[in-house]
């Protein structure tokens, strides 16, 4: 049987989706602060986190890409399950998302074609602020109709 995805069913997809990412961008964190080398993500010369999570684009401005990450994935957290009878909620979500999706983004075209290799936790995020964008996108659009 088919279960629609209600406005609150929405926020609540938004709200777990929006842990996870947090506790990705965590894992993130830790790995990056790390010295040694780690395996959980060592699957070759193409596939390799500590690479990425220790590269010069994995700062901006001196903060670590994944502190910011978990910063943006609270706040989507607190506005899904705090703010959501706000009537400016979906977009303010929205927004933040795809903000967050865009940087997610840019920061795939860095594995691919500057540092040629791929974060398993990078593209998890991905995956996460992609389906987190895409639900704050509905759930804007539900509102208006």
């Not at 070759?44 to 990450?69: E, W």
């Not at 936790?121 to 996108?137: D, G, M, R």
Request: net charge positive.
């Amino acid at each position: 049987m088919y279960a629609a995805v209600t406005p609150r069913r929405g926020f609540a997809i938004i709200a777990v989706l929006a842990a996870a990412g947090i506790c990705v961008s965590g894992v993130s964190l830790y790995h990056h602060f790390g010295t040694s080398a780690t395996s959980y993500c060592d699957f070759g010369d193409n596939f390799n986190c500590d690479v990425v999570n220790r590269s010069t684009y994995s700062t901006l401005l001196g903060i670590p890409v994944a502190l910011i990450g978990m910063a943006g994935y609270a706040v989507i957290l607190f506005l899904a399950t705090f703010r959501r009878l706000h009537a400016e909620t979906p977009r303010i979500l929205t927004v933040l998302s795809a903000i967050g999706l865009a940087f997610a983004l840019y920061l795939t075209y860095v594995e691919k074609f500057i540092l040629a290799t791929w974060c398993i936790l990078c593209l998890t995020s991905l995956t996460l602020i992609f389906f987190i964008t895409v639900l704050a996108l509905w759930q804007q659009l539900a509102r208006k109709y």
